[in-house]
């Protein structure tokens, strides 16, 4: 059964400050693999995904995820923060049409 | 760009009460699906529908729980009898054929008294 893991609860970054965010997950073959980011009440917005070829991936919002196949890892990174990136963010793997299994989220408070 | 609708955004109701929760997916696709998130928790899957039938359902989609695609356009969740714990975030997602993202709507958010 596929799962995601993120070991971070809860992170703190100052604005400007550099931003890595930890997944993994357990799937036997290659997954799809997403983060999504949500603001309080709000809905799921896709940030980024990746399905094959190049391990590095750009998302919306300034952000990048790398698939790293032999950890079972796929980190969420951002260059320098600012305020407005204050959110949960999640982990999600899928198969070919299939379900999509969520991570527990990671709550992100960004300091001024 | 086409987008998942969902209808109610709020809904509340009283515990017993049956509640149905309304998604119309984008209009090519073949695949839906519905999630839900309790306040405060991750999205966890509930059910997968495709041709007309369930593909996968979780544990949480007991017997309270139905789907049906009634008119080809709209997608249904029925929650006969409503629990306090059945309160949540609800999200349709839907995904074209050979496609590999779900696109997820901004969900509906049921309070059950």
């Known amino acids: 059964a596929q799962s995601v893991t993120q070991p971070d609860i809860h992170i703190t970054v100052s604005e400007g400050a550099s931003l890595e965010l930890r997944c993994n997950y357990s799937?036997?073959?290659?997954?799809?693999l997403f983060w999504y980011v949500q603001s309080p009440g709000q809905g799921l917005q896709l940030l980024l995904k990746?399905?094959?070829?190049?391990?590095l991936v750009q998302g919306i919002k300034g952000f990048e995820a790398e698939f790293k196949r032999s950890q079972s890892s796929f980190n969420l990174r951002k260059p320098s923060v600012h305020w407005s990136d204050a959110a949960e963010y999640f982990c999600?793997?899928?198969?070919?049409?299939?379900?999509?299994?969520f991570g527990d989220g990671t709550t992100l408070t960004v300091k001024p | 760009e086409p987008e998942v609708t969902q209808t109610p955004s709020h809904q509340v109701t009283q515990m017993g009460q049956e509640v149905i929760l309304r998604c119309v997916p984008i209009s090519n696709h073949l695949y839906f699906y519905w999630y839900r998130q309790i306040l405060g928790q991750k999205v966890e899957f509930l059910v997968s529908?495709?041709?007309?039938?369930?593909?996968?359902k979780s544990e949480i989609f007991d017997d309270q729980f139905s789907v049906e695609r009634p008119d080809g356009s709209n997608f249904t969740l029925k929650i006969r009898s409503t629990k306090l714990e059945d309160s949540a975030m609800y999200f349709c997602a839907s995904l074209p054929r050979g496609g590999e993202t779900q696109y997820f709507g901004p969900g509906t958010r049921l309070l059950v008294l």
């Open positions: 529908f495709y041709n007309n039938e369930i593909s996968e």
């Open positions: 990746y399905f094959s070829g190049d391990t």
């Open positions: 799937y036997g073959a290659t997954p799809y």
């Open positions: 999600a793997v899928s198969t070919n049409a299939g379900k999509s299994t």
